[in-house]
């Protein structure tokens, strides 16, 4: 770019400068303190307050409006392309052209939040992993040890941490509440992603300024588990309405897939939890995530090099002394956590497979059912009628055509929301969550 003018004394002038990167120059202000931020925090600092503001409010407006794809994604080469079904979903879709003047795939009102949101997940990506607080160890005999004072430790979290709490909460308050259109789907895997991964990292750099940081700000493992929760916790409203989780719904109603980088964000998270020995494992969750990306799972687990390096490049992984071999030893403990231990699974398989093979329930497996609901259930197939029906889990009335009782609800059909199945007390139908009815039979016919 040049440069010409005139100076206070009527000097003309000529400046000639290099623009290595046009797109950061003809930014918004938002956009350019929004990445400010995400690239702060790649090189483990603590981001300007004004510019974590602004990352957080970018990552709201984008979740707000969304964007839509141009038609361009990736497609397989060669003469015999993989089926849909067998393809990796890969991220970005299709290129990433940076913003342009007037109408266009990435121009969404004068918000390119594919392109900026796309520049602000490779800055975090290629954050350094994070080391070990420096110590005098390994100085050699003939130099003399630099005496370090310790820096003394803040008692209250930092202004930055209070002010990016603040925004994740109303985010993943906005996140429960959205009602996901298209162009929303698009963009929750980046933006809830992106929203923890910042809440972490400015965590991270601060575990050594302040005095018991899992106290006063979190612990790594409580963020984790605020990304998994946002992703596949089920939704409720203040009515008391719930809802499929928002991962449920981009799969179900627009078939948004599980990226693979992000898949190894979120499995990076929960082997966190398993690491951290966190109460309560969020094992619906859990499950969630892998029969969405069932068809990949293998894949996206076995890419142990690549989670390791997300863990060291966003987590605090010294502080509780963690190595490679045990990370791989958490990975492992998470690829054993199966359908096959989930009481709900267990009781419903117990169900079918009882009418399936026309022998007795064996009731210890169908995890605390109501005895009299259970003598309802073999009555029913006394009298040859449809034992059990496929229900969504939301619902807490019977819908079985000869029951006195349909579409009425029943407290004690609140199981179903918890993924198990539940018997009603009038007709005897047993009613299986649509979640657990389609994996049994996806596995046994």
Not at 384 to 406: E, H, W
Request: hydrophobic letters at 35%; aromatic letters at 8%; a negative charge.
């Amino acid at each position: 770019m040049v440069v010409r003018g005139r100076d206070a004394n009527g000097r003309s002038f000529t400046i000639t400068c290099v623009i290595d990167d046009i797109n950061t120059l003809k930014a918004s202000a938002r956009e350019k303190g929004a990445t400010r931020a995400a690239s702060a925090a790649s090189r483990g600092e603590s981001p300007e307050l004004a510019d974590i503001i602004e990352y957080f409010k970018y990552i709201e407006g984008a979740l707000d409006d969304g964007f839509e794809f141009g038609g361009g994604r990736r497609s397989p080469s060669g003469d015999n392309p993989e089926p849909e079904a067998d393809r990796i979903a890969i991220w970005p879709p299709e290129p990433v052209l940076p913003p342009t003047e007037g109408t266009g795939g990435n121009d969404i009102s004068g918000k390119y939040y594919y392109y900026w949101l796309d520049r602000m997940l490779r800055v975090f990506n290629t954050k350094k992993p994070n080391v070990p607080p420096v110590t005098s160890e390994g100085v050699p005999d003939d130099e003399p040890e630099e005496t370090i004072e310790p820096e003394e430790k803040s008692p209250k979290p930092p202004r930055e941490w209070v002010e990016a709490l603040k925004r994740v909460e109303s985010i993943e308050q906005k996140f429960k509440n959205l009602s996901l259109s298209l162009k929303q789907a698009n963009c929750v895997y980046p933006t809830a992603i992106l929203t923890h991964l910042m809440l972490l990292s400015i965590r991270t750099s601060n575990s050594e300024k302040v005095t018991d940081a899992d106290v006063l700000m979190d612990s790594p493992s409580n963020i984790s588990s605020r990304m998994i929760k946002v992703l596949f916790a089920d939704r409720s409203n203040g009515q008391g309405i719930t809802d499929y989780s928002i991962a449920e719904l981009c799969h179900k109603k627009y078939k948004v897939p599980i990226y693979k980088q992000f898949a190894e964000d979120i499995l990076t998270a929960f082997t966190e939890l398993i690491l951290a020995k966190a109460d309560g494992f969020p094992i619906n969750s859990w499950l969630k995530f892998k029969s969405l990306c069932e068809d990949h799972f293998n894949v996206f687990i076995s890419a142990h090099e690549s989670i390791w390096e997300r863990y060291i490049r966003h987590f605090p992984w010294h502080e509780r002394g963690v190595s490679e071999s045990s990370f791989s030893k958490a990975l492992e403990q998470l690829k054993q956590k199966k359908w096959a231990i989930h009481p709900g699974y267990i009781a419903a398989k117990e169900i079918i497979d009882s009418v399936r093979d026309k022998r007795g329930l064996d009731e210890t497996l169908l995890d605390n059912q109501n005895r009299e609901s259970i003598k309802q259930f073999t009555n029913r197939i006394d009298r040859n009628l449809l034992p059990y029906i496929r229900v969504s889990r939301f619902q807490r009335f019977c819908v079985a055509q000869d029951c006195r009782n349909k579409y009425i609800i029943q407290a004690e059909l609140g199981g179903l929301e918890h993924i198990k199945p539940a018997i009603c007390g009038h007709c005897g139908s047993a009613l299986i969550p649509d979640i657990l009815f389609d994996i049994i039979e996806a596995h046994h016919g």
